[in-house]
C-alpha cells in the first residue's frame, strides 16, 4: 500500500550533478556522470538498504556512487565508464528480495506508488502467523496457573515443559525468522555483519538454550519491528507526498469540438487549456482569455491572491480563485515550474546532510562493535570469573538484540527529507540536506543591494525644476522623450508621469543617444534629457545640484537651456525592514551590505535598515575576498543575492540564497536556496527551520542512543530480556520517526502585504 509511484520515463538529458538525472537504460552507460535511477519496490528498511549495498557491491557500486532514498523508496547508481548495465543492477537487486523499477523524472507531480500485489504482503503475513502462533503457545502454557507463575517470575523466558506448546512456540520462531534468516546467511558470508545477522545470531542462541518461549517471542515482536519499520517509511512517503502533491495530472483541453480531459504528460507546448474557479492549474502558460485571482502560495508559501489578466503567467500547481481561464501552454508538464520544483526536492537528497553521514559512519562500525561487544560478554565472565555461561551468554544475545541500529540510521533522513519536503512548501526551495543543516548554523549574512534589498526599479524621488517650469511640466517633458525607451531610468520616469495622471506628447525627430540620453522636437523646439554628461554638451556649466549623494540626477533641457533635473533611486523593499529584525531575533548577530553600489548609497541602505556594516564599490570577485574575511572567525556566512554578478560570491558562500523570481537563472542555479517568492521575510523562517530540523535530529540520536546505552546496562546486569530488547527498539523506532515527521507540521512564515507594515 505504499503512496509512492516510480515514474514511467526517463530523461537521460538532466545535469551529471542531478540526483533525478539519470534513466535506467538497458544499455552500457557512459563515464559522462550518467546514472541509472529506480524505485526500489519492498525498500522500506535500513536493512534493506545494506541488503541492496551488499549485492552491488561486487559489481563495484559503493560509497558515493550509491546513493539511497529510503523516504521516496529511490535508489541512484552512477556508474564508472562502461562498468555496469540496467540488467546487471536489476539482478542484484532481485538478490537482496527487491524489484528495481525504472523512476521517472517527468513527472509533474508527487509521485505514487501503485497498490501493492497481494504476494508483496507476504511479511505482513508471516508477522502475523508469527503472532499468532505465538500466542497460541502461550495460551495453551499459561494453561497451567503453576506454568504463569513460573512465566511472569523469568520475564516471559520461562523454559515450559508443554510439549504442544513448544510445537508452537517453534512455528513462531520459524514464521517469524523465514525472511531474516536468509539475510542473515548471506550477511555472514561476506563478513558484513546486519540486524539480520544480530538476530539469527540471538534466536539460534535461544533456541540452543531451550529458551523456545522466549525465542518465539522474540520472532514475532522482531518481524513486528520490521512492519512498524515499514509502516513508519510508508507514512513518511504518505505525509510528505500529500505536502508536495501539487500539480494535478488531468487537464481540460481545447479541441475542435470543445474541451477534453488529457493527462497532463499529453499536454504539448501551443494547446490552450480550461481552468475553472477554483480548480489548481495543471502546467504552465500564459493567460489568452479571462481575468481571476490567483494562490500562488504553493510555490511562493504567499497565501495573498495575485490578479492576472490576459497576458499574464500562470504556473502548474496554483490555484485559480475566481473566474474561468483559458491559458496557451508553453512548457512541457517535465518542464513546468512545480516539476522542477520536485524534481530539485528529491535532487536535494544526494547532498546528505552532515548529520546522515555521521550516522552511516558510526553504523559501519557500531553493529561489528556489538559482536565483539556481545562475544566478550559471553566469553569473559565464564572464563575469568567462573560465572555460569549460559546465563551470561543469554545477556549476551539480549546485548546483540538491542544494539540493533534501526532508530539510529532510519531517523535522520526522515528528519532531513521532512525538513526539505516543509520549506518547499513554504515557498522556500533547499537544495539539499546539508544546506537545511547550514541554514541552522548561520549566524552572518551578507546582502546584494540592487534587487534583494531594494526593488531593483528606480523611482522618481524628488525634481528640481528651473527656468520657471513647475514639477508637472518638467516631469511631462522628460516622459515625452523617454516614453519609448528601454533604460530603466526612463521607465521609471514614464511611470512617474503616469501615476500623476499627466499626459505626455510624442516627440518629433526622436533620436536615442547612446551612453547618455535621447532628444527630440516639441512644440517646434529641441528638447533633451540624459545624465551629466548630455547636459554639459547641451548646456556647458550645468551640474545637478548636490544631492547628499543620493539618488540619479536626469537632466531635462530645451535647446541651450538646462529647465531642471529629475533625482532617481532605487527604494528599499517595504518587507526589508522586518526582515532584518526577524533576522536578529532568529539567531543572526551580524548582517553586512556587499554591494558594487556607490559608498553613499550603501550608507544610506545600511542606516536605513541598520545593518552591522556595508563594502561598496565592490567588483564581483571583491564580494568572494569580503566572504572569507567575514567567516575568518569560524561562522557560517550565508550571502543573498540575485544578480549574475553574484554568482560567484554565491558559489562561495557557506550558504548561499537566491531570489528565484527576480534573480537570473545563474544566481538561482548557483544558491543552495532559493526564495520562490522573492520575500525577504522568507529568510528568518529558514533559519529558524534550519535550527529546528537539527534539534529534532539531534533529539533523536540522543534518544535512540540513550536507549541503546540504558539497555546495554540491563543486558549486562541480567535485567533484561530479550523480548524487552525487542520491544524497546520497536518503540524507539517509532517514536523517532514521528517526532522526526513533526517538521512536516511547521508552520509556514506569516506573510502580509508590505503595505500592511
Not at 504482503?121 to 502461550?138: D, E, K, Q, T, Y
Request: charged residues 20%.
Amino acid at each position: 500500500m505504499c503512496p509512492v509511484r516510480p515514474p514511467k520515463t526517463h530523461n537521460p538529458e538532466r545535469r551529471a550533478c542531478c540526483t533525478g538525472g539519470a534513466c535506467a537504460r538497458t544499455e552500457h552507460v557512459s563515464a559522462q556522470g550518467s546514472r541509472f535511477s529506480y524505485y526500489i519496490a519492498g525498500m522500506t528498511t535500513a536493512e534493506d538498504v545494506e541488503a541492496l549495498r551488499r549485492e552491488l557491491g561486487p559489481l563495484g557500486i559503493d560509497g558515493e556512487r550509491l546513493l539511497f532514498n529510503l523516504v521516496t523508496g529511490r535508489m541512484d547508481v552512477v556508474p564508472v565508464g562502461n562498468d555496469v548495465t540496467d540488467a546487471e543492477l536489476r539482478r542484484a537487486v532481485e538478490r537482496a528480495g527487491m524489484a528495481a523499477i525504472p523512476w521517472d523524472d517527468s513527472a509533474s507531480s508527487a509521485p505514487r506508488v501503485p497498490q501493492d500485489s497481494g504476494g508483496a504482503n507476504w511479511p505482513l503475513r508471516l508477522c502475523v502467523a508469527s503472532g499468532v502462533f505465538f500466542m497460541a503457545g502461550l495460551a495453551l502454557a499459561l494453561w497451567d496457573a503453576g506454568s504463569l507463575r513460573v512465566f511472569l517470575e523469568r520475564g516471559g523466558g520461562a523454559v515450559l515443559p508443554l510439549g504442544p506448546a513448544n510445537w508452537l512456540y517453534g512455528a513462531a520462531v520459524v514464521t517469524g525468522l523465514w525472511f531474516v534468516v536468509p539475510r542473515g546467511y548471506r550477511a555472514l558470508l561476506r563478513l558484513r555483519p546486519d540486524i539480520n545477522l544480530l538476530v539469527t545470531i540471538a534466536l539460534a542462541g535461544a533456541v540452543g538454550l531451550g529458551e523456545l518461549a522466549e525465542a518465539a517471542s522474540v520472532a514475532f515482536l522482531f518481524a513486528l519491528s520490521l512492519q512498524l519499520e515499514s509502516w513508519s517509511v510508508r507514512r513518511a512517503r504518505s505525509a510528505i507526498g500529500r505536502a508536495l502533491d501539487l500539480a494535478p495530472r488531468i487537464a481540460w483541453v481545447r479541441d475542435g469540438t470543445g474541451y477534453r480531459e488529457m493527462p497532463v504528460e499529453d499536454v504539448t507546448p501551443g494547446a490552450e487549456v480550461l481552468i475553472r474557479p477554483g480548480a489548481k492549474i495543471p502546467l504552465d502558460g500564459v493567460l489568452v482569455r479571462g481575468e481571476s485571482s490567483v494562490d500562488e502560495s504553493a510555490l511562493t508559501g504567499e497565501p495573498l491572491g495575485v490578479p492576472k489578466s490576459e497576458g499574464s503567467r500562470l504556473y502548474a500547481g496554483t490555484l485559480n480563485q475566481d473566474g474561468a481561464l483559458q491559458m496557451r501552454v508553453d512548457r512541457p508538464a517535465a518542464e513546468s515550474t512545480v516539476a522542477r520544483l520536485l524534481r530539485q526536492v528529491e535532487e536535494a537528497r544526494s547532498r546528505r546532510a552532515r548529520a546522515e553521514q555521521l550516522v552511516d559512519r558510526f553504523a559501519l562500525y557500531y553493529t561489528p562493535a556489538m559482536i565483539v561487544l556481545a562475544a566478550g560478554v559471553a566469553l569473559m565472565p565464564p572464563l575469568l570469573l567462573g560465572a555460569a555461561f549460559t546465563d551470561w551468554l543469554y545477556r549476551a544475545l539480549v546485548l546483540l538484540v538491542i544494539s540493533c541500529p534501526c532508530a539510529l540510521v532510519i531517523s535522520t533522513p526522515i528528519s532531513i527529507f521532512a525538513g526539505l519536503a516543509c520549506a518547499a512548501r513554504a515557498g522556500v526551495l533547499v537544495r539539499g540536506g546539508v544546506f537545511l543543516e547550514q541554514a541552522g548554523r548561520t549566524g552572518v549574512l551578507a546582502f546584494d543591494k540592487t534587487g534583494t534589498l531594494t526593488t531593483g526599479q528606480p523611482r522618481v524621488s524628488r525634481m528640481v525644476p528651473t527656468q520657471g517650469q513647475d514639477e508637472p511640466q518638467l516631469l511631462t517633458l522628460a516622459a515625452s522623450l523617454e516614453q519609448h525607451s528601454e533604460h530603466p531610468l526612463g521607465r521609471a520616469i514614464v511611470e512617474e508621469a503616469a501615476r500623476r495622471g499627466l499626459t505626455p506628447r510624442e516627440p518629433r525627430d526622436f533620436r536615442a543617444l547612446p551612453g547618455r540620453g535621447a532628444q527630440g522636437v516639441l512644440e517646434g523646439v529641441e528638447h533633451w534629457a540624459g545624465n551629466a554628461r548630455l547636459a554639459e554638451e547641451k548646456s556647458p556649466g550645468a551640474s545637478p545640484p548636490d544631492a547628499g549623494g543620493q539618488g540619479t540626477a536626469v537632466a531635462v533641457g530645451r535647446a541651450g537651456e538646462l529647465l531642471g533635473w529629475i533625482f532617481l533611486e532605487d527604494t528599499i523593499r517595504p518587507e526589508a525592514y522586518r526582515a532584518v529584525e526577524e533576522l536578529r531575533s532568529a539567531g543572526a548577530h551580524r548582517m553586512v551590505l556587499l554591494t558594487g553600489d556607490r559608498e553613499a548609497a550603501a550608507a544610506r541602505t545600511a542606516e536605513e535598515l541598520r545593518l552591522d556594516g556595508y563594502r561598496a564599490n565592490l567588483l564581483p570577485g571583491d564580494k568572494v575576498e569580503a566572504l572569507r574575511e567575514l567567516a575568518a572567525d569560524g561562522d557560517t556566512v550565508a550571502m543573498v543575492g540575485d544578480g549574475m554578478n553574484d554568482a560567484p560570491a554565491l558559489a562561495g558562500a557557506g550558504l548561499s540564497v537566491s531570489m528565484a523570481r527576480r534573480g537570473s537563472d545563474l544566481a538561482v542555479d548557483t544558491a543552495d536556496v532559493a526564495l520562490m517568492s522573492d520575500d525577504l521575510r522568507h529568510l528568518p523562517w529558514l533559519l529558524r527551520h534550519g535550527r529546528r530540523t537539527r534539534r529534532i535530529i539531534a533529539w533523536n540520536i540522543g534518544f535512540t542512543l540513550a536507549v541503546k546505552a540504558g539497555f546495554l546496562v540491563l543486558a549486562v546486569a541480567g535485567l533484561a530480556t530479550l523480548w524487552m530488547a525487542v520491544a524497546a527498539d520497536v518503540g524507539t523506532t517509532v517514536l523517532v520517526s514521528a517526532n522526526a515527521l513533526r517538521l512536516l507540521r511547521t508552520a509556514p512564515p506569516e506573510i502580509e502585504s508590505p503595505g500592511e507594515e
